[in-house]
């Protein structure tokens, strides 16, 4: 009998009863079917206690269908004390597969505080949730329980937990539990390989590995990839040319390390001659390219992996934008955002920042702002690129206002956040708040201020006339005073024509920069301005006798 006509017959036996229930729940293909056999167990039932083994035959089944993993979490807490082992581990291992990590780890947790005693596979399941989380702490807990359940010694407990300790990168407990271990297969070395590359200790990484009785294309790779990120590009290269098999992995992993140590070309000359790409590899490329300044190219090879048909995942999306705010190309900045936004139902954040950061610096802060409201989430980075961005389009009072309204959300800024509220400030004119801030920053958060910031400040100070004082600020400083610091104060005794302070700011500046003809040309200017026309021509002078000439005016028309 099919289950349509079970569920719509009017029979005793098809509605009522928990056998004909139970059966449908056994026959069902869709997730349709099984909602609507679940409406006719709620039928049947004044309790939960009344339809206990029904419930938990639902639950099963739904786990079949990995996009309804909340609606089986939903029957699940349906069941009052559910003391069933092969479910709860069935939850937990589900939700680990399809990467609902936290989850795993909450059904666990719930699973602990009902008494249920786990089984191996329910220690696997929950350690390989703590190994991607990473969530170290309850690891070790976990481990805690595994001694205290008699399962240390279980070759798949001390695998997984081998392999959470070192994904984690704490290799002195993975260490211990692969030195126990009676049993060793090549997941455990390869684990063992592993964590000890990721957090750089090559040497006790090569020794395991000339020490594997058995080696697979991941040791390898692991090897590869720990020499490159350490910048040793000759040892990591001499491993990838033994390799008796290379996957798309081990190629990505070699480009990656030239990337790292800014040989473009050797990254290339890998890429060129790669027998296995996927997407992870053309983004290391387009990484490589952008990381190194070579914005053009690693554009074109974006286009390149368009045209090739290659999803782009978010490494080079994100590299791809790095390298479009490089260029300040607003067409192509549109033209990714718009891709990004198509394939992507929502924008992680680290995607998102990358974009409002873009459109900013490309003079698109509308669509900065459009980014910005539309994010779900956002942080410190997503702030202090908006606030920046808007400061730097004169919308000064705006900035301030995310900034008080990043206050409230309790996100803290940073170094970089206070540059752009006080350049805000600097731009709106707005002395008394400029002066706040820093005060803020400094006593408040603790921060220590950058030449930065001082720049901002003296630049605030001298629009508003107060160059004493921001020369005062200056001598305070504890560092030496870049050339932005004595740069905006110069710049402020030409526009109030302080040549006393002039002088000053102009004598640092010939010593930080000796080359920079600009320096010499406001201080000249200033002189002519208080028709001190003597001045103005000994440091004319100067300059024609150290060879240096004004840089000429010009003007740039795109078509």
Not at 379 to 386: E, F, G, R, W
Request: hydrophobic share 40%; proline share 3%; net charge neutral.
């Amino acid at each position: 009998m099919a289950i349509k006509s079970l569920l719509s017959s009017s029979s005793q036996y098809s509605y009522n009863t928990q056998p004909a229930l139970s059966f449908c729940l056994q026959i069902s293909k869709t997730i349709k079917h099984l909602k609507q056999t679940h409406a006719r167990i709620l039928r049947i039932s004044s309790g939960p206690h009344q339809t206990h083994h029904l419930l938990l035959s639902l639950t099963t089944q739904i786990l079949r269908f990995p996009h309804h993993l909340s609606y089986a979490r939903h029957v699940f807490d349906q069941i009052p004390h559910c003391q069933n082992q092969f479910l709860w581990t069935s939850l937990i291992r589900s939700h680990s597969l399809h990467g609902q990590f936290s989850q795993s780890l909450s059904i666990y947790t719930k699973m602990h505080r009902s008494d249920v005693p786990p089984t191996a596979f329910t220690f696997s399941s929950v350690l390989t949730a703590c190994a991607r989380l990473p969530a170290m702490k309850e690891g070790q807990q976990i481990h805690d329980r595994v001694i205290k359940s008699g399962l240390s010694c279980n070759k798949i407990v001390q695998t997984v937990l081998l392999d959470m300790y070192a994904k984690c990168g704490v290799v002195d407990d993975a260490r211990e539990v692969f030195d126990a271990m009676s049993e060793r297969d090549v997941v455990s070395w390869t684990a063992m390989v592993s964590g000890y590359a990721k957090v750089g200790l090559m040497e006790d990484a090569r020794q395991v590995f000339d020490e594997m009785p058995e080696r697979n294309v991941v040791s390898w790779t692991a090897m590869v990839a720990g020499y490159a990120n350490l910048g040793d590009v000759g040892a990591a290269r001499d491993l990838f040319d033994k390799m008796p098999e290379k996957n798309a992995v081990s190629w990505t992993a070699m480009i990656a390390g030239y990337g790292k140590c800014g040989d473009v070309e050797g990254a290339r000359r890998v890429f060129d001659g790669a027998l296995a790409l996927d997407s992870t590899s053309w983004a290391a490329m387009i990484a490589c390219y952008a990381q190194n300044g070579f914005s053009k190219e690693a554009i074109e090879t974006y286009k390149e992996m368009r045209g090739a048909n290659v999803d782009a995942n978010e490494v080079a999306m994100v590299a791809v934008i790095s390298a479009c705010t490089q260029l300040g190309d607003a067409d192509m900045a549109d033209s990714v955002a718009e891709h990004m936004e198509e394939r992507c139902a929502e924008l992680t954040l680290v995607a998102a920042n990358a974009l409002v950061h873009m459109h900013s610096k490309c003079g698109s802060i509308d669509q900065a702002c459009r980014i910005f409201y539309k994010m779900p989430k956002k942080d410190v980075i997503s702030y202090t690129a908006l606030i920046t961005g808007l400061a730097d389009h004169g919308r000064g009072q705006e900035a301030l206002e995310f900034f008080e309204r990043m206050q409230k959300e309790g996100i803290a800024p940073n170094q970089i956040t206070f540059v752009g509220v006080l350049n805000a400030c600097s731009y709106v004119g707005m002395l008394d708040e400029g002066c706040k801030y820093f005060k803020l920053m400094t006593q408040t958060y603790g921060i220590v201020p950058l030449t930065e910031h001082y720049a901002c400040m003296v630049d605030l100070l001298g629009r508003a006339g107060e160059l004493e004082e921001a020369h005062k600020l200056i001598e305070s400083m504890t560092g030496a005073p870049d050339a932005g610091v004595w740069g905006a104060l110069l710049g402020a005794c030409r526009v109030h024509c302080n040549a006393k302070l002039g002088e000053i700011a102009a004598q640092h500046l010939f010593k930080i920069e000796p080359e920079n003809t600009g320096n010499y040309v406001l201080l000249s200017n200033i002189y002519a301005s208080l028709n001190r026309w003597n001045e103005a021509a000994r440091v004319r002078n100067m300059m024609r006798e150290r060879g240096m000439m004004k840089s000429p005016g010009y003007s740039w028309i795109s078509k």
